[in-house]
C-alpha cells in the first residue's frame, strides 16, 4: 500500500494515506515535521502568497513562506474565493464513457408511469404541530400489523414548519411537502394537518397538482374527534391498496440517483467521490439520471463544471446557480468561504477550494445536462445540477423532493444520518467503515490498499442494484430518516 499520493502532476502539495512522521521521505523530499492522513505537505518551497495547487487546480494562496517537506493547512494557507464573479463558456468536449455492463433492477411501477424503489405507507404532517399526533398514528397502525405483508413499511417526516411563515419559506415548506406526497417510492400516504396553521390543508390540495387519488388521504384534526383513531382507518384503506403492488423488472437507466458528501476529510477527494464520479457516468453512459447538489461546495471549482454544460443555455443556469448562492450568503453579510467545517478540517481539507474540488470529483466527466431550481422536477437524463445548501439533512430532502429514488452519501468522518429515501453511505477510509458498520454500506478506502476503480465500481453497481430491489440501506436497518426544510426568511 502507497502512504502518500499527488493526484496531478502539476500539484505543489502531495497527500499522506497514512500517518507520517518527521524526517521520513515521502515524493522525494524529507518531511520537516509529522503529516496526519489525509493532510498535505509541499512537494517543493511554496513562496507567501504563491498558488498551492492540489488536483491540478489553485486550491488557495500560502500565507506565509512553505519550506519542502512541511506541514500545508490552515496554519500557512488562505481561500482565494470572492464574491460573485463573471464566467464566460468554454465548452470543453464531452467526455468518452467507458464500455458499461447492463444491468436490471426490480422496482414497482407508479400509475403514472414513474417507478419506485420503496414501497411504503407515509404519514406527512403539513405543520410541526402534529408531529406527535403523526408518530403515534404509525405506532398504532404498526401494533395493528407488525409483519404487514406486501409493503416496505409505514414511517411518518415530522418537522418544525407549516406555520408562522411567510413568503419563499412557507412556498418552500409547501412545495417539498407536495413532492413528497407524490414521490413513486411511497405506495400510500395520509396528509395530516392541524387545521389552522398556514400551510392550510385546502390550498394544499389545491396547488398539488395531479395526484393519485386512490393512494392520496387527507385528515385535519380538528375537524374530528380521535384524530389517532381516523388517521389509522386512512392508512388501513391505503394499505388494502398498497400491499398488493409487485415489484417488475426494469433497466438501472429508471433510476434517478442523488449524490452527496458530509463530514468529508482529506480521502473524500480521492477514493469515494472519484468513484462515485465514475457511477455518474456509468448512468450517463446508459441513459440514467444522477444529481449533484451542494452549491457552496461547488466554489472554487464552478468553471470545471461550467465548461461541461452542454450548451450555452445550461452554462447560463451554472452562473445563475453559483452567484445566486453566493448572493444570499452576502445578503446574509457572511463571506462566501465560511466553510469547510471542523471535522473537515480535521481530517486535511484546508480552504473550500481544497473541499470543492473533492467535491464536484463526484460528478465525473460526463456533460451537464440540466440546472434545477425551486419549483422545478427532474426531466433529463444524465448529470443534472440541483440548488441547495451544504447541510447533510436539507440537501438530500432537497435531492429526494427532486425525484431522487434513493442518494449516494460519501464520508470520510462518518454519519449515522439517512434521508427518507435509501441513502448508502460510502466510506472514504477504511477505517471508518471497520469501526461504524453501523452507518457505512460501503467501502470505497481500500481503493489505496490496492484495490482498483474498476473493482469497486463493480462492486458499487451491484451494491445500487439490490438496494433498489429491495435490500436496505443502514439508515433503513437502523430507522435513521430524517427531512429538513431549507430556511431563509423570518418566523412570524
Not at 406555520?163 to 395520509?190: A, F, W, Y
Not at 392541524?194 to 388521504?217: P, Q, V
Not at 476529510?265 to 477514493?271: A, E, F, H, V
Not at 429515501?421 to 460501503?442: C, E, L
Request: glycine fraction near 10%.
Amino acid at each position: 500500500m502507497k502512504n502518500t499520493i499527488v493526484i496531478s502532476p502539476a500539484d505543489s502539495v502531495g497527500v499522506a494515506l497514512t500517518p507520517l512522521k518527521k524526517g521520513e521521505s515521502a515524493e522525494g523530499v524529507i518531511l520537516k515535521e509529522d503529516i496526519e492522513k489525509g493532510h498535505k505537505f509541499a512537494l517543493r518551497a511554496i513562496a507567501k502568497g504563491e498558488k498551492v495547487i492540489k488536483y491540478g487546480e489553485v486550491i488557495g494562496r500560502a500565507k506565509s513562506d512553505i519550506g519542502a517537506g512541511e506541514h500545508v493547512h490552515t496554519h500557512n494557507m488562505a481561500t482565494n474565493l470572492e464574491g460573485t464573479l463573471e464566467y464566460s463558456y468554454h465548452k470543453k468536449a464531452a467526455a468518452e464513457l467507458d464500455a458499461v455492463k447492463p444491468r436490471s433492477v426490480e422496482v414497482y411501477e407508479r400509475k403514472n408511469g414513474e417507478v419506485g424503489i420503496r414501497n411504503e405507507l407515509w404519514v406527512i404532517p403539513t405543520v410541526g404541530c402534529v408531529n406527535s399526533q403523526a408518530k403515534a398514528i404509525v405506532k398504532e397502525f404498526e401494533r395493528r400489523h407488525p409483519n404487514a405483508e406486501g409493503i416496505d413499511g409505514c414511517f411518518t417526516f415530522t418537522h418544525p414548519y407549516g406555520c408562522s411563515q411567510i413568503g419563499d419559506d412557507h412556498e418552500r415548506t409547501r412545495l417539498i411537502l407536495q413532492r413528497m406526497v407524490k414521490h413513486p417510492n411511497c405506495g400510500g400516504v395520509l396528509v395530516f394537518g392541524l387545521g389552522c396553521e398556514n400551510n392550510r390543508m385546502d390550498i394544499f390540495k389545491e396547488t398539488l397538482g395531479e395526484y393519485d387519488e386512490e393512494r392520496t388521504e387527507f385528515l385535519v384534526a380538528q375537524e374530528v374527534g380521535d384524530e389517532i383513531a381516523e388517521g389509522v382507518a386512512k392508512l388501513e384503506i391505503l394499505y388494502e391498496k398498497a400491499k398488493n403492488d409487485k415489484r417488475v423488472t426494469k433497466d438501472i437507466s429508471c433510476l434517478k440517483i442523488g449524490l452527496k458528501c458530509g463530514g468529508s476529510d482529506g480521502l473524500s477527494g480521492i477514493t469515494a467521490n472519484p468513484l462515485v464520479g465514475r457511477f455518474s457516468d456509468y448512468m450517463a453512459a446508459v441513459g440514467g439520471t444522477t444529481v449533484l447538489t451542494e452549491v457552496p461546495e461547488m466554489f472554487g471549482a464552478e468553471q470545471l463544471l461550467m465548461d461541461r454544460a452542454k450548451d450555452e443555455e445550461t452554462f447560463d443556469k451554472i452562473v445563475h446557480l453559483i452567484n445566486g448562492f453566493k448572493e444570499y450568503y452576502q445578503k446574509h453579510d457572511q463571506p462566501v468561504y465560511e466553510n469547510p467545517s471542523p471535522g473537515n478540517k480535521a481530517g486535511g481539507i484546508t480552504t473550500l477550494e481544497d473541499k470543492s474540488l473533492g467535491c464536484t470529483q463526484k460528478s465525473g466527466r460526463s456533460e451537464v445536462c440540466d440546472v434545477l431550481f425551486d419549483g422545478d422536477a427532474l426531466t433529463s437524463h444524465g448529470l443534472n445540477l440541483l440548488n441547495g445548501p451544504g447541510n447533510d439533512m436539507v440537501a438530500v430532502t432537497n435531492l429526494a423532493s427532486a425525484g431522487c429514488h434513493m442518494v449516494l452519501f460519501t464520508t470520510g468522518r462518518g454519519t449515522p444520518f439517512g434521508g427518507f429515501v435509501p441513502t448508502i453511505k460510502i466510506s472514504t477510509n477504511s477505517d471508518i467503515a471497520s469501526r461504524k458498520p453501523n452507518w457505512i454500506d460501503f467501502n470505497a478506502g481500500s481503493i489505496v490498499e490496492g484495490e482498483t476503480f474498476e473493482s469497486r465500481l463493480e462492486a458499487l453497481i451491484d451494491l445500487i442494484a439490490e438496494t433498489a430491489s429491495g435490500k436496505q440501506t443502514v439508515n433503513e436497518r437502523y430507522d435513521s430518516r430524517d427531512i429538513a426544510i431549507f430556511k431563509t426568511g423570518v418566523t412570524l
